[in-house]
């Protein structure tokens, strides 16, 4: 064995959904939108002068998109950073923010990237367990009740010195969404640490914590295009914090990449931002497949999880969840199946369009006879 | 100060050239093509079927692009790893073959991006001098002439054990190109740790070390779209290498981001190689210019280094180089001007389209009076 083995990076990568090339599928494996972008955005890069966005750098700054932002959410400037995807934007927030011997904490049932990043970047964690509802409880996060102190006090013991905390809200793949006020409970319980909230699929919920981020200055906030705004084919993600913590950001992006934003994915990006009606529209059609998909999975006899995301977890009682993933396998149906021990019963389903779905309905009843 | 300040990663980022949004500039500062790409490439995007491209995830294995350039260099399956621009690839390429207590070494004079990575990535490092005429020499990286044996050996005890080393060939900013033979003398006098050798500019030289391949298992070969193939604005970038060391790099890039490289990138990246009559055509042109750049410098009382790039490092003799600088921006021409030690008498220009450069010559007249 050659020496140089020794000296690479160890890791086990993340596994992403199958990307199926064939065009004869119905893919609810990966959480796309089943609806395309503004026209305005496809507009937006036939039109624009491709020979010399081409053939230039891009702006490091990706100022067009990172403004474009700011006023969307109304923040002040420096208070976004972007990157290509989210998953480079947490990447980025874990090699930036999580440099202590502590463990950084998130829950066991999660993004699955988290462990990984973690590892590649050797920053220790341990998993937090959610309750037997699959809910974040924020007492296991170091939040103690005030009107319960006492026996919280007596509890205690348990709760680790950590690192820093990563909570995604909605939480996936169960789809679970936190209120406000509890995620509020856990950045306010950990001041010490930065405290990421990953808001991927916030745009199909309710309460987004960016209201909180005038009164805590350990907020990091990561959300995505490649959901809600069906650009997962051209990679932006961003974070929202203060001015500091983004030039934290910032400074570490740029010891690693100057420019990670292509033209045309900037470009795309500023347009999708500017037309906000199309994508209210198409988030509220998503909304209404959900609330239907979720009663004709009960009407099956599927246990389904409370959903505040573009897809539900379901789990099928009238047959094995192995057999009906690959059962919807062989007839092009594509969804997701995890191996995790509390979740293996369970099947991660995207919201497709309405037609997708009743295909998904009628295979299920095919397949439960 | 808040206790999270303790935890944020401690960089010194890279600076890249400055790309200033005025149209009425004439930009030879950060090694762009003055040619766009291919008309095929621009009609690829153009025609490609955005909506859907957009709304799905790309392929996270790149497999159009990773086998265009398999086939274009003549390679085996699971030799090439794209990135997003050849940073990102340097970035990964870092990260999987470093991770040894040992320094790495790399030129004292080279891209300065070198010891911005080993710095985010917590590798140590050594910068190994040029010599006077700005050469690197295989000596000072392990070669002993076995002609020349014995005296090698009195001379010995300052070559360090290494932890990998990082050769530029060309190297940047100087422009110097070493010949294979020498670059081989690296590479054999290391087996024991990985050798980049970082090629971005390669298309403007004339040896390759790609023939090496077959014969050393320790050698990855970086290259990138930006400069030759005038696609600085879609960001990518590749290394060639065994199956083994592109596994190894393509796990930790699976550990960061499953999808970096969006669909227009993609479909760019493909639509280039299709164009090689075009490709070549245009280098030839820089080339031309190039030779009439250096003759003009000359009579110019400038020294100018041999150059095997897209640009000139050159030092100008009847004028300060830091006035000359300051000059020409404030006549709308950017240069680049670093403030190394050894390098600051000298400015590195790009090489334009010749109706630049006639610019550029005028204005260093004026200058000179």
Redesign the interface.
């Known amino acids: 064995m050659?020496?140089?083995e020794?000296?690479?990076?160890q890791?086990?990568?993340?596994?992403?959904g199958a990307?199926p090339?064939s065009k004869n599928v119905i893919?609810l494996n990966?959480n796309?939108?089943?609806?395309?972008?503004s026209p305005k955005?496809?507009k937006a890069?036939?039109e624009m002068d491709?020979?010399?966005?081409?053939?230039?750098?891009?702006?490091?700054t990706s100022g067009d998109l990172v403004h474009a932002l700011e006023n969307y959410h109304g923040l002040d400037e420096g208070q976004i950073f972007v990157g290509?995807?989210s998953?480079?934007v947490l990447?980025i927030a874990f090699?930036?923010?999580?440099?202590?011997d502590r463990p950084i904490i998130f829950p066991d049932v999660t993004y699955s990237f988290y462990p990984?990043?973690a590892?590649?970047y050797g920053i220790p964690y341990r998993e937090i367990p959610l309750d037997e509802s699959f809910r974040i409880l924020p007492e296991d996060y170091g939040w103690i009740d005030p009107e319960n102190r006492a026996s919280a006090i007596d509890e205690g013991g348990d709760i680790p010195e950590n690192?820093?905390v990563v909570i995604a809200n909605p939480n996936a793949p169960t789809g679970i969404s936190l209120k406000r006020g509890y995620v509020e409970q856990i950045i306010a319980a950990n001041?010490?640490?930065?405290v990421i909230v990953d808001e991927a699929y916030i745009d199909y919920s309710r309460e987004s914590v960016l209201p909180l981020l005038h009164d805590y200055?350990?907020l990091v906030i990561v959300r995505t295009f490649?959901k809600s705004r069906?650009?997962?084919?051209?990679?932006i993600g961003y974070a929202m914090s203060s001015p500091r913590l983004i030039r934290?950001m910032?400074?570490?992006a740029?010891?690693?990449?100057?420019?990670?934003?292509?033209?045309?994915?900037l470009k795309?990006g500023v347009a999708s931002i500017e037309d906000d009606e199309y994508f209210r529209a198409r988030i509220e059609d998503v909304r209404k497949t959900r609330a239907r998909t979720i009663v004709e999975l009960k009407k099956r006899f599927f246990n389904v999880l409370p959903s505040s995301t573009n897809f539900v977890f379901a789990s099928p009682s009238r047959v094995k969840c192995e057999t009906l993933f690959e059962e919807l396998c062989a007839r092009n149906i594509f969804v997701r199946h995890f191996n995790g021990e509390r979740i293996r019963d369970y099947l991660r389903i995207t919201i497709g369009t309405d037609r997708e779905m009743d295909a998904l309905f009628a295979a299920i009843d095919e397949i439960q006879g």
Chains 1, 2 share one sequence.
């Open positions: 050659p020496k140089w020794d000296n690479l990076r890791v086990t990568p993340y596994v992403p990307q090339q893919k990966t796309e939108n089943p609806y395309p972008p955005v496809v890069i036939q491709l020979e010399t966005a081409m053939r230039k750098y891009p702006d490091p290509t995807g998953d480079d990447s090699l930036t923010f999580f440099n202590s990984v990043w590892q590649v690192g820093g001041p010490d640490v930065i200055d350990n490649s069906a650009m997962a084919g051209m990679r934290a910032n400074d570490v740029q010891s690693i990449n100057s420019y990670t934003m292509s033209a045309t994915t795309a």
